[in-house]
Nanobody, 126 residues
Framework: QVRLVESGGGLVQEGGSLRLSCTTS????????MGWFRQFPGKEREGVAC????????DYTQSAKGRFAISRDNAKNILYLQMNNLNANDTAMYYC???????????????????WGQGTQVTVSS
């Protein structure tokens, strides 16, 4: 059974940093693309950052570029998201997911990802 567990969320002031982790089990981690997604109240889940199985292809939503960094440790089966210079617009529930990823033009779209964690809340106070 595939299990994805996010951690590292919390309350942080604007300009602060958080590092999210996604611990996985039940899948051959290095066979899959992985992604971080977030969901704002009343909105659909959106891709924040995705990474291919080898870690040499990444894709970021525009607002995350230059501030967030996705990485993976295939030896430990863990996915990370380093988030710097956070602002109030980053407040959301953050989810990790595994899947095949899409074509490069659509790599980090949620419909390409099959298994999901329960999420971790990130709240940025202004």
């Amino acid at each position: 059974q595939v299990r994805l567990v996010e951690s590292g969320g919390g309350l942080v002031q604007e300009g602060g940093s958080l590092r999210l982790s996604c611990t996985t089990s039940g899948l051959k981690f290095d066979d899959y693309a992985m992604g971080w997604f977030r969901q704002f109240p009343g909105k659909e889940r959106e891709g924040v950052a995705c990474i291919n199985w080898r870690g040499d292809i990444t894709d970021y939503t525009q607002s995350a570029k230059g501030r967030f960094a996705i990485s993976r440790d295939n030896a430990k089966n863990i996915l990370y998201l380093q988030m710097n210079n956070l602002n109030a617009n980053d407040t959301a529930m953050y989810y990790c997911a595994s899947g095949l990823g899409g074509p490069l033009s659509d790599y980090c779209a949620a419909h390409w990802f099959k298994d999901w964690g329960q999420g971790t809340q990130v709240t940025v106070s202004s």
